[in-house]
């Protein structure tokens, strides 16, 4: 096989034509220039924010959600501010991965959490504090590093709150006031503090006694569990008793005054006819003798099983009895 001869190239034929090459690269820096005007020239506002507008630094305007036009950069410059979206603070702990099965950092926030008493008793409080931007020119020039500001804050307020109530308050029944009064009490400070800021709630994720004397805590729980159920054993037996109690004497006391009321109509009634009597008595001594004496025998003939009768004249005979029981004679 014969070898093949090495090729020579001209490369002037591939030099560029005389004067090409600068506007080669005019044309491209124009490119490069409108793009960037392009570029930094409009912008759009998503519908939960507000841009605003600075030129050289000093504020200009707000821009409102949507497609919107400004002078290009550096001459002006926008800062977008999320007014309608609900922002958020965790103290104690740190979200890594929200969902269904929330992922939390493993890191150690105890300088956060850890707080003292109102009765010198240590507490591990972790909470969430949600707020919105009000005003976005303050939030944004007000104050340096407005978040850290609003952290710290928020907790200088939740450590005075929570050094004014004993730990039972804090892990059981407080709660819902300590929430109210961090709420109220932070929003003074924004306001003051002229930070831009509308606090929506905040709100007491985990409220626990330190590890170290969490089983004491615990004894001590169950103790007061135990005396709140003996006392509610006595309530509920006091409430048994003590009413049937109470019934069971009304209804003697009923029962005696009914009795006593009884007793007074028919001594009076007995004293009416008594006077009834002796009035007829005086008016008819023999027919009233006679009346009382066979009213009287009739009440005793009537208990009597066998009865006798003699003839008071009768003398000098020995009357039979009969032997039999039950005739009347």
Do not use: H
């Not at 490119?31 to 841009?51: A, D, K, R, S, Y």
């Not at 009440?299 to 006798?308: G, H, W």
């Amino acid at each position: 096989m014969a070898s093949e001869e090495p090729r020579t190239i001209d490369i002037g034929q591939f030099r560029p034509p005389p004067g090409g090459g600068p506007k080669i690269i005019g044309i491209a820096l124009a490119v490069i220039v409108g793009l960037f005007l392009v570029l930094t020239t409009f912008f759009t506002i998503e519908p939960e924010e507000v841009g605003v507008v600075l030129r050289f630094g000093k504020y200009i305007r707000t821009a409102e959600p949507g497609l919107n036009f400004k002078m290009p950069s550096p001459i002006e410059q926008v800062l977008k501010v999320p007014v309608q979206r609900q922002l958020k603070e965790e103290f104690g702990f740190r979200t890594r991965e929200p969902g269904v099965r929330t992922v939390y950092s493993p890191s150690d926030f105890q300088n956060e959490s850890l707080m003292l008493t109102g009765d010198l008793n240590v507490a591990v409080v972790e909470w969430i504090a949600q707020y919105r931007v009000s005003d976005p020119m303050k939030f944004l020039f007000r104050v340096r590093n407005v978040q850290q500001t609003f952290r710290d804050m928020t907790e200088a307020v939740m450590r005075a709150v929570i050094g004014d109530r004993s730990v039972d308050e804090v892990l059981t029944i407080g709660r819902q006031q300590i929430e109210n009064e961090v709420k109220i009490k932070l929003q003074e400070l924004c306001e003051k503090y002229e930070t831009g800021i509308t606090v929506d709630q905040v709100v007491l994720q985990d409220v626990t006694p330190p590890d170290p004397v969490k089983p004491s805590f615990n004894e001590v729980n169950q103790a007061e569990q135990e005396k709140e159920r003996a006392i509610n054993e006595a309530r509920s037996e006091y409430n048994r008793i003590i009413p049937r109690a109470r019934g069971e004497a009304q209804q003697m006391i009923a029962q005696a005054n009914g009795y006593a009321i009884d007793r007074t109509n028919s001594a009076k009634g007995e004293v009416v006819l008594f006077d009834e009597v002796l009035a007829a008595y005086r008016r008819a001594p023999e027919v009233t003798r006679r009346r009382m004496y066979l009213e009287t025998m009739a009440v005793v003939f009537a208990n009597v099983d066998q009865k006798i009768l003699l003839d008071k004249e009768l003398q000098g005979i020995l009357p039979l009895l009969p032997i039999n029981k039950g005739g009347d004679q």
